[in-house]
């Protein structure tokens, strides 16, 4: 049995992502794959119930930290670790056969956002997401806000979330890819197209991640 609630499995199909800085779009083919259903929470992140608020979005985990946490859950449910981690170099090789606990890529993650969706939104942002205008300017558990029509909430809004891909890194070197938006954030960043980066080893009180997996259960 799982000990990681919530993983959706999606079939395959498209995207086109869009990156509005360069004026580039690309198209992904997307093979089946599992993700969860919300963002990692407290209590699944530190595997105890003992937390105020257990519900909550983790927050402050750096790429770094997402990437070795999956690698952990895989290990708590016997199955192969997705990444092998360098720490000593700064490296993390993934093993895309691999059946562990892995971030999804930007593409997976845009393609499970829009859920069939073509607009900038799955819904009224004010229906499905935490923003700066009704979040209070804090995160909030996961699950309040109406899911998409494939069952993922708090994709946009609450907190922003990890990708494994690098932004650009001709331009910009390691830092990865984080997609969704946050709590602190006006109405233009919380869309699916939407690219933000950050340096992998950096914590910040908007940023979390999601889980995926490969495949579909057996």
């Not at 509005?20 to 993700?35: C, D, E, L, Y």
């Not at 209590?43 to 937390?51: H, K, L, P, T």
């Not at 720490?87 to 056969?97: I, K, M």
């Amino acid at each position: 049995m799982s000990l990681v609630p919530g993983l959706l499995q999606l079939p395959a199909g498209e995207v086109r992502l869009a990156d509005r800085r360069t004026q580039h779009t690309w198209t992904v083919q997307i093979s089946p794959f599992r993700i969860g259903a919300t963002p990692v929470t407290l209590d699944e992140a530190v595997g105890s119930q003992i937390v105020d608020e257990p519900a909550l979005p983790v927050v402050e985990v750096s790429w770094w930290d997402a990437v070795r946490l999956c690698n952990e859950f895989s290990l708590l449910e016997g199955l192969p670790p997705s990444y092998a981690v360098n720490g000593a170099t700064e490296t993390a090789v993934w093993d895309r056969g691999a059946a562990g606990y892995r971030l999804p890529t930007e593409a997976e993650w845009e393609y499970a956002c829009r859920a069939g969706t073509a607009g900038p939104r799955y819904g009224d942002l004010d229906e499905i997401g935490w923003y700066r205008l009704n979040s209070g300017e804090r995160r909030h558990p996961v699950g309040l806000k109406r899911a998409n029509e494939w069952g993922l909430s708090d994709a946009l809004g609450n907190v922003w979330e990890w990708c494994w891909d690098f932004y650009d890194p001709d331009v910009y070197g390691t830092y990865r890819v984080l997609k969704g938006g946050g709590w602190f954030d006006d109405h233009w960043s919380c869309r699916v197209s939407v690219r933000r980066r950050s340096h992998p080893g950096l914590r910040l009180d908007d940023v979390g991640f999601r889980l995926a997996r490969n495949g579909y259960d057996s």
